[in-house]
T-cell receptor, first 114, second 109 residues
Framework: GAVVSQHPSRVICKSGTSVKIECRSL??????MFWYRQFPKQSLMLMAT?????????EQGVEKDKFLINHASLTLSTLTVTSAHPEDSSFYIC??????????FGNGTRLTVT | RKEVEQDPGPFNVPEGATVAFNCTYS??????FFWYRQDCRKEPKLLMS???SGNEDGRFTAQLNRASQYISLLIRDSKLSDSATYLC??????????FGTGTRLQVFP
């Protein structure tokens, strides 16, 4: 069964609106969760590391004020894309470490900003 | 130079064929290596880890050459269901996973 649950799987929104994506760890208590972004035909790029009870760690070039991460519990991290623009359209995937895999991925959220 | 490089393909092979993918990485301090499989518009899923001595899982064989900094994946007796993108993944010296862009495989009847 799924180890990580991500919701929603698909979002279409208008430019300027904010979108929240939830990531739940079903099998592990995750003090750390990871958020990736994948543009078409490109590799997964780590955006940020979400830390339970503290601030997220953002990768170089990722705006922390635009991509708000909240990791309020050991099983839930949220990514909010604020004031989304068409260039933010992408596939966003969260992941959790644990068990016999280096990373378990959520099923991803395909964001389309019109 | 990209940290992890793969031939994007596509590799178009008939069922039953043997196909090999290579991947090179730039960080000599990398310690862990993996192959992930990603189906179209889906999340990646771990296919196998890659060990220094090489390892096999059914029809899949992974090899690591640290001196040349490359990893390979061999798929024998290809099935239609093997059609996917295969991602080479390497840890950097902070244990962060770095993904290649993937090699697309298309197996035809």
């Amino acid at each position: 069964g799924a180890v990580v649950s991500q919701h929603p799987s698909r979002v279409i929104c208008k430019s300027g609106t904010s979108v929240k994506i939830e990531c739940r760890s079903l099998d592990f208590q995750a003090t750390t969760m990871f958020w990736y972004r994948q543009f078409p035909k490109q590799s997964l790029m780590l955006m940020a590391t979400s830390n339970e009870g503290s601030k997220a760690t953002y990768e170089q070039g990722v705006e922390k004020d635009k991509f708000l991460i909240n990791h309020a519990s050991l099983t839930l991290s949220t990514l909010t894309v604020t004031s989304a623009h068409p260039e933010d359209s992408s596939f966003y995937i969260c992941s959790v470490q644990g068990g016999n895999s280096p990373l378990h991925f959520g099923n991803g959220t395909r964001l389309t900003v019109t | 130079r990209k940290e992890v490089e793969q031939d994007p393909g596509p590799f178009n092979v008939p069922e039953g064929a043997t196909v090999a993918f290579n991947c090179t990485y730039s960080n000599s301090a990398s310690q862990s290596f993996f192959w992930y499989r990603q189906d179209c518009r889906k999340e990646p899923k771990l296919l196998m880890s890659v060990y220094s001595s090489g390892n096999e899982d059914g029809r899949f064989t992974a090899q690591l050459n640290r001196a040349s900094q490359y990893i390979s994946l061999l798929i024998r007796d290809s099935k239609l269901s093997d059609s996917a993108t295969y991602l080479c993944v390497v840890t950097d010296n902070t244990d962060k996973l770095i993904f290649g862009t993937g090699t697309r495989l298309q197996v035809f009847p």
